[in-house]
């Protein structure tokens, strides 16, 4: 989403933007104005920009380029969305922003049905019923389980698939069912 979008969106001036995130208002008038690309700014920027906005630093440059980080980055940003939003804030903002949609339409498959897993087992945490608008997309599985980074390397160093295996058996049903393996949301730092 553009920032002067965002700015207007969440009624926030530019000048507020700098008092609050710490970028110069130069900086932040010369994204607004076009003069710099908000793709070119430093993650440490782009990380300012967002924590105000209340937006991720993917929803700032996403419709400027295409990234793609490694699944397992992406988990990990997904996982501390939740802890600092909190189960009811990551569930009202993924719903709202759609993010399930956009990613399987992205053709991303991965993420989608990481995103849709992790509203369903939010969901079920906290007894709260399943948005019924990704009904068509809950049949889907992904060909072959995906693993943690950290349970291949396990599996490797022992020579052998017993890790591989516990780690699916002790799957989240939520995510297993989509053949992602995931054992652990909640303890990120």
């Keep these: 989403m553009d920032i002067n979008e965002l700015l207007e969106q969440k009624n926030i001036t530019k000048y507020r933007l700098s ?7 130069t900086t932040i008038n010369d ?3 076009g003069r710099v690309r908000i793709e070119n700014c430093s993650a440490g920027t782009l990380y300012k920009l967002a924590q105000v906005l209340g937006v991720t630093v993917e929803d700032l440059v ?7 980080p490694a699944f397992d980055t992406f988990k990990s940003n997904v996982c501390h969305m939740v802890k600092n939003m909190g189960d009811l804030g990551f569930i009202i903002d993924t719903l709202e922003n759609d993010r399930v949609r956009y990613y399987f339409n992205k053709k991303w498959y991965r993420e989608s049905l ?28 992904l060909s072959k389980p995906i693993y943690p980074v950290s349970i291949l390397v396990k599996s490797a160093f022992a020579k052998n ?6 780690s699916y058996e002790n799957a989240i049903p939520e995510f297993k069912r989509f ?3 995931e054992n652990e949301i909640r303890n990120v730092c």
């Design 114 to 141: 990481y995103m849709l897993a992790m509203l369903d087992y939010l969901s079920r945490e906290n007894d709260l019923p399943l948005c019924s608008e990704y009904n068509d997309l809950r049949a889907a599985r």
């Design 62 to 68: 996403k419709d400027r380029m295409e990234y793609r």
């Design 31 to 33: 994204i607004c104005n």
């Design 161 to 166: 698939d017993k890790v591989l295996q516990e």
């Design 19 to 25: 008092k609050e995130s710490g970028v110069p208002h």
């Design 179 to 181: 053949n992602i393996v």
